[in-house]
């Protein structure tokens, strides 16, 4: 499994573990998002009736409505268990907290599941350039994405490779992608340049996705699917 598609799996995941949820399912997330299911239904790719189902499995691990960092690290580290998940989940957890409290409700957990899972090609890429940005300023740098690659080898730990690459491999990986990326060579990718850049790998392929891929030890290492698929 490759890094990005984990996000969408652990997500997907996490909204199927089945709940006994009642009618008042809902009276939480009105606590934090004041809106009706009809509203949130406007802003996501997901009907009524599939928000309140996706509803009822969030709360069945988040009773309050809402999950802290340290548990979502606990919940997206038990997908990857031959390794040490806790540093790509943090990155994770930023983005999908975007608004910087600490803690994920429910309305920021389905927008996020809604763009991963049925989200525009557009949407998606988007979604996945903020995950590599660490500080928001709307620019990855090389020591930004070195440290998104070198959480997604921790993550996977010995699951790919016997061991873990060294720091001058990552590097080369990182030097890879800004070849491929950074269109103007000022030593930043901006959300334009991966924008253009996948959507061009993604027609010169005929797919739909378009895959980062390494190596190490002559074998392969997806190290991110900037686009998932469906």
């Known amino acids: 499994m490759n890094a990005l598609s984990s996000i969408r799996s652990v997500i997907t995941s996490l909204s199927r573990k089945g709940s006994d949820g009642g009618e008042d399912d809902m009276a939480v997330v009105n606590r934090y998002a004041p809106v009706s299911l009809q509203d949130l239904a406007s802003r996501t ?11 009822r499995a969030f709360k069945n691990d ?8 340290d548990k979502f690290k606990e919940l997206y580290s038990y997908y990857f268990p031959l390794g040490d998940a806790r540093t790509f989940a943090g ?15 429910f309305e920021q957990f389905l ?5 991963l899972t049925r989200g525009e090609l557009t949407e998606k890429l988007r979604w996945i350039f903020n995950l ?17 690659v070198s959480a997604v080898h921790e993550m996977l ?57 390494t190596s190490h030890g002559g074998r392969g290492i997806n190290i991110s699917q900037t ?4």
């Open 111 to 115: 927008m996020a599941m809604s763009i």
């Open 157 to 213: 730990g010995n699951h790919t490779t016997p061991l873990p690459p060294s720091e001058d491999t990552i590097k080369a990986q990182v030097a890879r992608i800004f070849q491929k990326m950074d269109r103007n060579g000022d030593g930043v990718i901006t959300l334009d340049e991966f924008t253009k850049s996948c959507l061009e790998k993604s027609k010169s392929n005929g797919k739909r996705g378009f895959m980062l891929t």
């Open 45 to 55: 790719h997901y009907s009524p009736q599939e928000i309140q189902l996706i509803y």
């Open 91 to 105: 990155y994770i957890f930023s983005v999908l907290d975007h608004d910087r409290t600490g803690c994920i409700n």
């Open 132 to 148: 590599y940005d660490l500080n928001a300023d709307g620019r990855i740098t090389p020591d930004e994405l070195k440290a998104v």
């Open 227 to 230: 686009v998932l698929d469906g």
């Open 62 to 69: 988040c009773p309050t409505a809402i999950i802290y960092e």
